[in-house]
């Protein structure tokens, strides 16, 4: 009997390493297709928002180092009877949106809340109605990242946590290209005073 709950006591601990080295695993994985895809996307001539030679001279984009880190869990709250408003964007017009939840996770033992919103235009349309839109800036701004922020696409949570995995965040179009396309600027509210060193960097190159 005290062998059997010896070897219980070993296997138990090698199953959940194996179980937590999978999951990491797979995580990463769907980290690098969308690294893959967004480049594939900015490849493309009819999707890419590049533009001349800096369509030309486009090989891929810049990444910071995976980290799982960056990915967590939020505990996420949705926010009753929201209220639909103007968010200014980066040519001075607006956009149409709503506040759809709070999500609060906790990064090297500290807590911080992120607002999430919802297209009032997207959610009209079927393939979008579930889309998710989270605007932030962090302190790589002006430096490894655009000046304006970086966003993440989200899908509406079933349940009351979110994941918010920061290495699939990405520039807005207009970092490449600002004359033809109009951003929403990051709301202050969504301003984190530490570095999120994750998802795609940035070079200032394509204003030039």
């Not at 797979?26 to 928002?49: G, R, S, V």
């Not at 968010?87 to 911080?112: I, N, R, V, W």
């Not at 490894?144 to 949570?157: A, N, R």
């Given at each position: 009997?005290?062998?059997?709950?010896?070897?219980?006591?070993?296997?138990?601990?090698?199953?959940?390493?194996?179980?937590?080295?999978?999951?990491?695993?797979?995580?990463?994985?769907?980290?690098?297709?969308?690294?893959?895809?967004?480049?594939?996307?900015?490849?493309?001539q009819?999707?890419?928002?590049?533009?001349?030679?800096?369509?030309?001279?486009?090989?891929?984009?810049?990444?910071?180092?995976?980290?799982?880190?960056?990915?967590?869990?939020?505990?996420?709250?949705?926010?009753?009877?929201?209220?639909?408003?103007?968010l200014?964007?980066?040519?001075?017009?607006?956009?149409?949106?709503?506040?759809?939840?709070?999500?609060?996770?906790?990064?090297?033992?500290?807590?911080?809340?992120?607002?999430?919103?919802?297209?009032?235009?997207?959610?009209?349309?079927?393939?979008?109605?579930?889309?998710?839109?989270?605007?932030?800036?962090?302190?790589?701004?002006?430096?490894?990242?655009?000046?304006?922020?970086?966003?993440?696409?989200?899908?509406i949570?079933?349940?009351?946590?979110?994941?918010?995995?920061?290495?699939?965040?990405?520039?807005?179009?207009?970092?490449?290209?600002?004359?033809?396309?109009?951003?929403?600027?990051?709301?202050?509210?969504?301003?984190?005073?530490?570095?999120?060193r994750?998802?795609?960097?940035?070079?200032?190159?394509?204003?030039?």
């Amino acid at each position: 009997m005290r062998k059997h709950f010896l070897l219980l006591l070993f296997i138990i601990p090698v199953l959940l390493f194996s179980q937590k080295k999978g999951e990491a695993s797979k995580q990463i994985q769907e980290i690098e297709k969308f690294q893959k895809d967004l480049n594939k996307e900015y490849l493309d001539q009819k999707e890419t928002p590049l533009r001349g030679d800096n369509f030309a001279k486009f090989e891929q984009h810049p990444f910071f180092p995976i980290d799982l880190k960056y990915r967590v869990t939020a505990e996420f709250i949705k926010t009753e009877n929201p209220q639909p408003f103007d968010l200014p964007t980066s040519s001075g017009k607006s956009k149409s949106y709503q506040e759809f939840g709070k999500a609060t996770f906790t990064l090297d033992g500290k807590a911080y809340t992120l607002t999430v919103y919802q297209s009032l235009d997207l959610m009209k349309m079927e393939q979008y109605k579930d889309h998710l839109f989270l605007p932030f800036r962090d302190e790589t701004n002006n430096k490894e990242t655009y000046g304006g922020g970086k966003y993440m696409d989200l899908k509406i949570p079933s349940g009351n946590t979110i994941v918010l995995d920061f290495n699939q965040s990405y520039q807005p179009y207009c970092a490449y290209n600002a004359y033809d396309y109009n951003c929403p600027v990051v709301p202050e509210e969504n301003k984190l005073a530490f570095e999120i060193r994750a998802g795609v960097m940035y070079e200032d190159i394509y204003h030039h």
